[in-house]
């Protein structure tokens, strides 16, 4: 049960272990590009070339929804990134019930944005756990937990495609595993939950410190992306690093080094409404900066 690229690998990790796989869960496709065509989600398209069963049903609280899921006599659910809620009687079908592949270090970020979160407020590591799935949010015990640094070079993207692969590996053995593993439940202390990300979020307040700068433009790449304004054209900065230099808060101090309120950060990638996401260099020589422009207005 799973939608988007991230359940894409944990697929393909139960396949490859030899499950029999029942059913493929996920979100319908949806309306799309310029023609908004409906389009399917990466999960559908992979079972499908699988050649795999494909259900999306619109609530899995209808009647039917749950009676078709029921007569599947599943041993076991896995859900990873589904995108609808589970009901008790979901929940409670499956002969082992089902497992969650959640990315973070649980209790901490809860959620439906974890690995954003993480970045954004500056965690020094995440993870992936395997949870027994219970009514509540993110609450159920855990089964199996690994640990991953947070570098000053991750951003949200090549953190999702790391823990991915963690997920999926770590579901393979939790499997193999689960006769002989304790689930452990939750502490209290620590609990944080991750908000899905708001597009409000997104503008850059260059009079924040250099650190939490970054850490947005980071943490919001690549979608939605931490935008400000450039000759009054939103522009989004993908990927950033924290520089030394001082100056006024929004000002071009060196190249494509702005000026936070203690210290400055360094763009090294962006992309112009419109236009394809670009290094530093190459979006220079289309929208050059001078020094001591100001910027973000």
Not at 16 to 28: L, S
């Amino acid at each position: 049960m799973g939608t988007p690229d991230f359940s894409v690998p944990i697929l393909d990790a139960l396949v490859a272990a030899g499950h029999n796989i029942a059913a493929v869960y996920c979100q319908p496709a949806r309306p799309a590009g310029r023609g908004k065509k409906p389009r399917p989600s990466p999960v559908e398209k992979r079972a499908r070339d699988l050649g795999l069963e494909v259900r999306f049903p619109v609530s899995l609280k209808d009647e039917q929804a749950q009676a078709d899921f029921a007569a599947l006599k599943a041993d076991i659910a896995i859900v990873v990134a589904y995108g609808l809620i589970l009901p008790q009687v979901i929940l409670d079908a499956p002969t082992l019930g089902c497992l969650n592949i959640h990315a973070s270090l649980l209790p901490r970020w809860r959620g439906a944005a974890p690995i954003h979160r993480a970045i954004i407020a500056g965690d020094s590591e995440t993870g992936i756990c395997i949870m027994q799935m219970e009514a509540g949010l993110d609450t159920g015990p855990v089964l199996l937990c690994e640990t991953t640094q947070i570098t000053p070079a991750d951003t949200t993207a090549i953190l999702h495609d790391r823990l991915s692969q963690m997920g999926a590996s770590l579901i393979a053995r939790a499997l193999v595993e689960l006769p002989n593993l304790s689930p452990e439940p939750q502490p209290e202390d620590g609990k944080t939950y991750a908000a899905k990300i708001d597009k409000a979020e997104a503008q850059i307040d260059w009079t924040c410190p250099a650190s939490k700068v970054d850490r947005l433009i980071r943490g919001l790449s690549p979608f939605p992306g931490a935008w400000t304004l450039i000759n009054g054209e939103r522009v989004k900065f993908l990927m950033s690093r924290v520089a030394s230099n001082k100056g006024a808060a929004g000002t071009v101090l060196d190249g494509f080094t702005i000026a936070c309120s203690d210290g400055a950060v360094e763009i090294l990638r962006a992309q112009r409404q419109g236009k394809q996401a670009m290094d530093a260099e190459a979006f220079l020589r289309g929208t050059p900066l001078t020094l001591g422009q100001i910027i973000g207005e």
